[in-house]
C-alpha cells in the first residue's frame, strides 16, 4: 500500500509493536494460559501497562490478578490445536450483517467514483468473506481433532461422553449458520457486479458445500463414536451392577434355563468332544510313516534304581495283606514241620494237611505257597524233601497240566 | 484324494482345525481365529458346518452381535439337559469372581471401559499398579484365593500369574507368544456380559445400564 494515510501507518506502527509484545512475553503469558493467572514476577510495570494497553491481558477487578483476555486465550488455544480450550464461533448472522453493510459502502464509494475507497471497501469485504470461512475451517479442524482423538484431552469417559453431546451441538448450530447464508440475497445484492459476484456467489457457493459436506461427515462420525461410549459406559455399569447386587444377595440363584422347553442360547454350550486318533495298522500305505515314527521314538532309559529309591512302595504295602501273608508262611512252615515229625515215610498230601487243621486258606494260594516255600529253600535243605506234584492234563486235546495237588516227604537219608 | 469328491466335501477338509476347535468346546471369535472368524462371516458355510455336525447333534451357535461361535446341542435329551445345567451352575459360581476381576483390572489400570475383546493385558503392569496400592493389593488376594482362580500363594506375583492362568484356561484370556507375558481378552467376554445382561433381564435385577439414570442419581 503505497498511499498509506496517516491513521493507517499508526495502525501499523501499533500492531507490529503489539504483536511484538506476544513473544517478548510469551512464557509469562503461556503461564498464564495454563493456571488461573499470569505471574507478575518477571514484568517490570511498564511491561504490564503495555500488555494491559494491548489488551493481551485484563485486570478482572482491582484486588486480583491479572490474566489472559478471552481473544488471546482463543488465539493460543487456536494457534495450539489445543481442543480443551477451543472455541468454535459459528455466529454467521453477524458476518452476513457485516458483508451487507460492506457490500452497500462499496456500491456507494462506486456511484461516487471514489475508487480509492471503493478498493479499500473490497479487501474489507475480502476479508470478511475469508473470516467466515475461515471460522467455517477452524471449527471443523477442532471438530476433526477432537474425533481423530478419540477425545483424548479428557480422560473420563463420562467427560468424554459430555465433550461428544457438545461437538454435536456445534455441529448443529454451524449447520445452522450456513443455513443462513440465503444465496437469492446474494444474488440480488451484487447486482451486475462481476468481483463482487465471483466473491459472494460463485466462491462463496463452492465453499458452503464443501463445508456442508465436511460437517455432515463429522456429524455422523461423532454420533458413532458417541454411540461406542455409550455401549462401553452400558458394559461398566453392566459388570458394576451385577458385581454388586451378587456380593448384595450371596444366595442368590436364577432359574434353570436348561431345564425350559425353549433353552436360550446363550446357555445351550455342548459338551466337548475330542476327535481322538489312534495308530491303525490296516493301511499298508501307513506303514512306513508308522515305522519312521517309532524309529524316531527316543530309547526309554531306565536309570539304575538303588534300594532306597524303591523302599517309599515297600513301606507303604498294607500292614493287613503283610500280616495275612506272614501267618499263610508260618502255616506252610508248620506243614513242613508235620512231615519232618511223622513216623511214616509216606508222602503228605498239602490238600488234606489244610483240611485236617481247617486252616481256611483258599486252595490254590496254599498250594502256591509251599511249592514257593521248596523253591525258596537253601539248595541244601531242598534235597532233605521230596515234592510230589498231582498233575493231570487240562483237557483231553490241551496238553497244559494243571496241579490238582502236591504232596511232601522226606527224602530217604543217602 | 479321487475325483469323486463333492465341492462340499472339499470345503470341509479346508475346515478341519476349526471344526475340531469348536468340537473340542471352544469359543472362536475374531482375536481367538480370526481368519477362521471372518470365514464363519459366511452364511454358506456356517449351513454347511451345521450339516456336518447334524450326527454329532451339535449346531453352531453365536451370540446375538455375533462376536462370539461356538457349539450348541442340535436336540436336547436328558442327558444333554443334565450337562447344560451343571455347567449353567460352574457358569454360576464364576460369575461373581469374574465381574470383580473386570471391574479390578478397569480400576487398576484406570481405563475408560470394561476389557472388550482384543484389549492387551499385561501381569506386570497390574502388579506394578497394585505394589503401592495396599487396597488393590488386598483385592487381588481376595479374588486369586477364591475358589474359581484358586491361588494357593501368599506372593502378589504368584496371585495374579494364577488368575491369568486360569483366565486363559477359561478362554477369556489368549497368550500370543507363549513366552511373552502379554494377554489378549477374547469374544468369551462377551458372551460373558451378554450372559450376565441376560440374567439380569430373566430375572429382572434391578441393575441399569442406562446412562440417563446413573446420572440423575448423581
Known amino acids: 500500500m503505497s498511499q498509506a494515510t496517516p491513521l493507517e501507518s499508526r495502525l501499523v506502527t501499533t500492531g507490529v509493536e503489539r504483536l511484538a509484545l506476544l513473544g517478548r512475553h510469551a512464557e509469562a503469558l503461556m503461564q498464564g494460559y495454563t493456571q488461573e493467572e499470569v505471574p507478575l514476577a518477571g514484568l517490570s510495570a511498564t511491561a504490564l501497562r503495555r500488555l494491559l494497553a494491548a489488551r493481551i491481558v485484563w485486570r478482572p477487578d482491582e484486588q486480583g490478578g491479572v490474566k489472559l483476555t478471552p481473544k488471546v486465550r482463543e488465539l493460543i488455544a487456536e494457534m495450539t490445536a489445543d481442543e480443551a480450550r477451543r472455541h468454535v464461533n459459528a455466529d454467521v448472522a453477524e458476518a452476513l450483517e457485516r458483508l451487507r453493510s460492506l457490500v452497500a459502502s462499496y456500491r456507494e464509494s462506486s456511484a461516487r467514483g471514489d475508487y480509492w475507497q471503493q478498493e479499500q471497501q473490497l479487501l474489507r469485504l475480502r476479508q470478511s468473506v475469508d473470516d467466515m470461512n475461515g471460522r467455517f475451517f477452524d471449527a471443523i479442524d477442532s471438530l476433526?481433532?477432537?474425533?481423530?482423538?478419540?477425545?483424548?484431552?479428557?480422560?473420563?469417559?463420562?467427560?468424554?461422553?459430555?465433550?461428544?453431546?457438545?461437538?454435536?451441538?456445534q455441529v448443529v448450530r454451524l449447520l445452522d449458520g450456513l443455513e443462513l447464508i440465503d444465496f437469492d440475497e446474494l444474488i440480488q445484492l451484487v447486482g451486475r457486479d462481476g468481483t463482487l459476484r465471483k466473491l459472494?456467489?460463485?466462491?462463496?457457493?463452492?465453499?458452503?458445500?464443501?463445508?456442508?459436506?465436511?460437517?455432515?461427515?463429522?456429524?455422523?462420525?461423532?454420533?458413532?463414536?458417541?454411540?461406542?461410549?455409550?455401549?462401553m459406559q452400558a458394559r461398566s455399569r453392566l459388570v458394576a451392577g451385577m458385581e454388586a447386587f451378587l456380593r448384595e444377595h450371596p444366595g442368590f440363584t436364577p432359574g434353570n434355563y436348561a431345564q425350559r422347553s425353549d433353552v436360550p442360547i446363550l446357555c445351550n454350550r455342548a459338551a466337548p468332544l475330542v476327535a481322538a486318533g489312534s495308530v491303525a495298522l490296516d493301511r499298508s500305505q501307513d506303514l512306513p510313516t508308522l515305522s519312521a515314527l517309532v524309529s524316531q521314538l527316543p530309547t526309554p532309559s531306565r536309570p539304575a534304581q538303588v534300594a532306597s529309591a524303591a523302599a517309599p512302595a515297600q513301606q507303604s504295602e498294607d500292614a493287613a495283606v503283610a500280616a495275612r501273608q506272614q501267618a499263610l508262611k508260618e502255616d506252610v512252615e508248620g506243614f513242613y514241620l508235620a512231615v519232618v515229625d511223622r513216623d511214616e515215610p509216606a508222602p503228605h498230601s498239602a490238600l488234606d494237611y489244610l483240611a485236617e487243621r481247617a486252616l481256611g486258606w483258599p486252595d490254590e494260594i496254599w498250594l502256591f505257597q509251599v511249592i514257593a516255600e521248596y523253591q525258596g529253600l537253601p539248595r541244601s535243605e531242598q534235597q532233605a524233601f521230596r515234592l510230589?506234584?498231582?498233575?493231570?492234563?487240562?483237557?483231553?486235546?490241551?496238553?497244559?497240566?494243571?496241579?490238582r495237588d502236591v504232596a511232601l516227604q522226606l527224602a530217604v537219608a543217602p | 484324494?479321487?475325483?469323486?469328491?463333492?465341492?462340499?466335501?472339499?470345503?470341509?477338509?479346508?475346515?478341519?482345525?476349526?471344526?475340531?476347535?469348536?468340537?473340542?468346546?471352544?469359543?472362536?471369535?475374531?482375536?481367538?481365529?480370526?481368519?477362521?472368524f471372518q470365514r464363519l462371516q459366511d452364511e454358506a458355510l456356517r449351513d454347511a458346518l451345521d450339516t456336518y455336525l447334524r450326527p454329532l447333534n451339535r449346531r453352531l451357535a453365536s451370540n446375538a452381535e455375533q462376536s462370539v461361535y461356538f457349539l450348541a446341542?442340535?436336540?436336547?435329551?436328558?442327558?444333554?439337559?443334565?450337562?447344560?445345567?451343571?455347567?449353567?451352575?460352574?457358569?454360576?459360581?464364576?460369575?461373581?469372581?469374574?465381574?470383580?476381576?473386570?471391574?479390578?483390572?478397569?480400576?487398576?489400570?484406570?481405563?475408560?471401559?470394561?476389557?472388550?475383546?482384543?484389549?492387551?493385558?499385561?501381569?506386570?503392569?497390574?502388579?506394578?499398579?497394585?505394589?503401592?496400592?495396599?487396597?488393590?493389593?488386598?483385592?487381588?488376594?481376595?479374588?486369586?484365593?477364591?475358589?474359581?482362580?484358586?491361588s494357593q500363594s501368599d506372593q502378589l506375583d504368584a496371585q495374579i500369574k494364577q488368575v491369568f492362568k486360569r483366565l486363559k484356561e477359561h478362554g477369556y484370556l489368549l497368550q500370543p507368544h507363549g513366552e511373552r507375558q502379554v494377554y489378549l481378552a477374547t469374544g468369551k467376554v462377551d458372551y460373558l456380559l451378554d450372559l450376565v445382561r441376560f440374567i439380569r433381564d430373566e430375572e429382572r435385577l434391578p441393575v441399569t445400564e442406562e446412562s440417563d439414570a446413573q446420572e440423575t442419581l448423581l
Open chain 2, 1 to 36: 484324494m479321487n475325483d469323486t469328491e463333492s465341492p462340499l466335501d472339499q470345503n470341509m477338509l479346508l475346515h478341519g482345525p476349526l471344526l475340531e476347535r469348536l468340537l473340542a468346546g471352544e469359543f472362536v471369535c475374531a482375536v481367538s481365529d480370526e481368519s477362521a
Open chain 1, 200 to 231: 459472494l456467489v460463485s466462491q462463496l457457493q463452492q465453499q458452503v458445500s464443501q463445508h456442508y459436506t465436511s460437517l455432515r461427515e463429522v456429524q455422523q462420525r461423532l454420533i458413532e463414536l458417541m454411540a461406542r461410549f455409550r455401549k
Open chain 1, 388 to 403: 510230589l506234584p498231582e498233575e493231570e492234563k487240562a483237557a483231553d486235546y490241551n496238553d497244559v497240566r494243571l496241579i
Open chain 2, 73 to 150: 446341542w442340535r436336540q436336547l435329551d436328558d442327558s444333554a439337559r443334565e450337562q447344560l445345567s451343571r455347567q449353567l451352575g460352574d457358569a454360576l459360581n464364576s460369575l461373581l469372581p469374574l465381574l470383580e476381576w473386570l471391574q479390578l483390572v478397569q480400576e487398576a489400570l484406570g481405563r475408560d471401559s470394561v476389557l472388550t475383546p482384543g484389549d492387551v493385558l499385561k501381569p506386570g503392569e497390574l502388579q506394578a499398579k497394585s505394589e503401592d496400592n495396599p487396597s488393590l493389593r488386598e483385592r487381588i488376594e481376595r479374588l486369586a484365593t477364591d475358589s474359581f482362580f484358586g
Open chain 1, 144 to 169: 476433526w481433532q477432537r474425533l481423530n482423538s478419540d477425545f483424548g484431552f479428557v480422560s473420563k469417559l463420562s467427560d468424554k461422553v459430555r465433550e461428544n453431546g457438545r461437538a454435536q451441538k
